[in-house]
């Protein structure tokens, strides 16, 4: 199957696809692993890439189609895939239509996550890292420590990044409905976009979006 995960910050689109692409046999492809492939590797598009976020600067549609592409293209990724994080605009996705028609395929189905804005504030705002270890996370509502700001795993002092702020978070969301809310309405105009609630268990979100994708 070819899929298309979309669904706003917080939606858990990353916990979702790397579960989706588990079950059905496919490669999860995130716009997040492309960039840093590409600049650990020092490929060229890597290193284009690199100069942009160097200079502070966002990187051009340009050369994230261009990764997506290459991956897409790879032989692992010729019985189907799981993209998440692209497209993120209306340009990238219709320069996906584009790609799939010149290979002859098209996609399958628009996972749409749905999340109400206020939940998806409160799951990242409540976020706490460790400093000694970005991979230790809990929240001050979901998975609380069991002592306040200590990390239970190493005790390291537990944090809010500046990414999770509730400002920053709101910010992220209007970018969200801006520029990338939009590919929806150009994915339901091909009758591919299949609505997923995103409330509840991992596993729970997992299983619907299997049986809609029965369905597709």
Do not use: W
Not at 8 to 26: D, F, H, R, V, W
Not at 57 to 64: A, E, F, H, I, K
Not at 177 to 206: C, F, R
Request: aromatic share 6%; with cysteine; net charge negative.
């Amino acid at each position: 199957m070819r899929i298309v995960l979309v669904g706003p910050p917080g939606a858990g689109k990353g916990t979702q696809a790397a579960y989706l692409a588990k079950n059905l046999s496919i490669p999860h492809i995130s716009t997040g692993d492309l960039f840093r492939a590409n600049i650990s590797q020092g490929t060229d598009l890597g290193k284009e890439a690199k100069s942009y976020m160097d200079a502070g600067n966002l990187v051009p549609d340009s050369v994230t189609i261009a990764m997506a592409e290459d991956r897409m293209d790879q032989p692992d990724a010729e019985g189907g895939f799981l993209l998440d994080g692209f497209p993120r605009n209306i340009g990238q996705a219709e320069a996906l239509d584009a790609y799939l028609k010149g290979k002859g395929v098209k996609l399958d189905a628009v996972l749409d996550l749905e999340v109400p804005e206020d939940e998806v504030v409160k799951r990242i705002a409540g976020r706490r890292i460790c400093r000694n270890d970005s991979s230790h996370v809990f929240h001050v509502d979901y998975h609380q420590p069991k002592t306040e700001g200590v990390c239970d795993l190493c005790g390291g002092d537990l944090y809010q990044r500046e990414d999770d702020r509730e400002d920053t978070v709101r910010k992220r969301l209007e970018v969200y409905h801006t520029e990338t809310e939009p590919i929806i309405d150009h994915y339901k105009a091909q009758d591919l976009v299949v609505t997923i609630p995103a409330l509840g268990k991992v596993d729970e979100v997992t299983q619907r979006a299997m049986a809609a994708l029965d369905k597709a």
